[in-house]
Each structure stands twice: as structure tokens, then as C-alpha cells.
């Protein structure tokens, strides 16, 4: 079945830092790809999408381009505030993208803290 | 335009006792998704439906769990004989449309605790 796997947290930076957090997928299909982010106590919030291979997804200063060839969405920003600070999940969805037919596969999650 | 909408926000249970947790979807929305997550982990999918069928529960465990999205009134998961293995954040999700590709958007979900 599909899977995905993102990076181990914590992950701690400094404000103002570069951020990256890898995200790879196995799938026997296109899956379109999502970033969502939890914040404390809250449900997820969507983030940015792309569902096609070398679309970028793009919002609030986060970016994410689909490579079909290393299977990757890898979340990045140039400059985190502390307000990033939560959890950033990585899904993979789409009818063909074997599995459940409409339900999506989560990673299990990266805690991402920013200190002032 | 009011969001997803799940009550309770917590839901104590004593083992053996029943859940019942509701999801009412943003408006215009017809696609209703229920996930799982447990402590440390990610959301699990559980169950699609839409009004009056379940279109898939390949992620519903097989006993005690059941679910429904009627004509009126909002999608309902059910837990019967709750397990503290049970105890999780039970969130619902809608889309305008099926397919995996349309964007899913979650409710603020229901944490479960069973004693």
C-alpha cells in the first residue's frame, strides 16, 4: 500500500533560520500531495497542495515542488517566525494512488519548534 | 462559511460504555472522511462516505466501529464496548468532491478518553 515518511522531529531552529523538512512517498500511482499543519489542540489546516509532477505548492512563505523522480514533496521556508511553530504532516491522495481509494496517507508527523 | 464541525471537543468513556462522535461537513460539502490518530502518531484514514453510503471503509476495524452519513443531520462514528486502546483524536474530514485530489478540510477533531 502507499506510504509516506517524513523526517523525525523535533526539530528545533533559531528565528529566521532556513527550514526543511523531507518528505518522500511510495505510491502506485500520481498521488496529489499535501503539507498540513496542526497547531496545539487543533485540527489541520491545510498548508499547500500540488497534484501534478513539478508543480510547486506555495503559501504563507512555505514552498513544496512535486519530484516524481525522487519521489519527494519536501517542505521548505526561507526565514521561520516562532508562530511556525507546530506539527507538519505530509499526505499523499488520489484515485490512483492505490489504497483506499479516496483517503488520505498520512506521515506520522514533524514537531517543528522556532525560538526567539 | 462555518468550517467542519465535530462535537464533543472531548469525550470521556468508561470502559464497555458507548461513543458516539458527529461531524457535520462545511456547506456544499458532500464527501465525508473520519481519521484516527493515535499519541505520537499520524492520522490513519479511516472511512469515506457519502449521504447514505459507505463508499470505503477499508480502514474501519472490523468490531465495534461503526459509521453513518444520513440524508439530514450530520455524519455520525460509533463506538461500541469502548477499550482504552480506543482513547485517540477521532477527526472528520469534507470535500466538495471524491477522488483523493480535492483538497480534504479537517475539523478541530474530538479526543476521546476512555477510562
Known amino acids: 500500500g502507499d506510504s509516506v515518511t517524513q523526517m523525525e522531529g523535533p526539530v528545533t531552529l533559531s528565528e529566521e533560520a532556513f527550514l526543511t523538512i523531507n518528505c518522500t512517498y511510495t505510491?502506485?500511482?500520481?498521488?496529489?500531495l499535501f503539507w498540513y499543519v496542526q497547531y496545539p489542540g487543533e485540527g489541520l489546516q491545510l498548508l499547500l497542495k500540488?497534484?501534478?509532477?513539478?508543480d510547486k505548492g506555495s503559501n504563507k512563505g512555505f514552498e513544496a515542488t512535486y519530484r516524481k523522480e525522487t519521489t519527494s514533496f519536501h517542505l521548505e521556508k526561507g526565514s521561520v517566525q516562532v508562530s511556525d511553530s507546530a506539527v507538519y504532516f505530509c499526505?499523499?491522495?488520489?484515485?490512483?494512488?492505490?489504497?483506499?481509494?479516496?483517503?488520505?496517507?498520512f506521515g506520522k508527523g514533524t514537531h517543528l519548534i522556532i525560538q526567539p | 462559511n462555518a468550517g467542519v464541525m465535530q462535537n464533543p471537543r472531548h469525550l470521556v468513556r468508561r470502559r464497555g460504555q458507548e461513543a458516539r462522535l458527529r461531524c457535520s461537513p462545511m456547506?456544499?460539502?458532500?464527501?465525508v472522511y473520519w481519521y484516527r490518530q493515535l499519541p505520537e502518531e499520524g492520522l490513519k484514514f479511516m472511512v469515506y462516505?457519502?449521504?447514505?453510503?459507505?463508499?470505503?471503509e477499508s480502514g474501519m476495524p472490523k468490531e465495534r466501529f461503526s459509521a453513518e452519513f444520513p440524508k439530514e443531520g450530520p455524519s455520525i462514528l460509533r463506538i461500541q464496548q469502548v477499550v482504552r486502546g480506543d482513547s485517540a483524536a477521532y477527526f472528520c474530514?469534507?470535500?466538495?468532491?471524491?477522488?483523493?485530489?480535492?483538497?480534504?478540510?479537517f475539523g478541530p477533531g474530538t479526543r476521546l478518553t476512555v477510562l
Open positions: 456547506k456544499g460539502h458532500s464527501h
Open positions: 462516505l457519502q449521504k447514505e453510503n459507505i463508499i470505503d
Open positions: 500540488a497534484t501534478k509532477a513539478d
Open positions: 505510491a502506485t500511482g500520481y498521488p496529489s
Open positions: 499526505a499523499s491522495g488520489g484515485r490512483y494512488s492505490g489504497g483506499g481509494a479516496d483517503g488520505l496517507t
Open positions: 474530514a469534507s470535500s466538495a468532491r471524491g477522488g483523493g485530489e480535492d483538497t480534504q478540510y
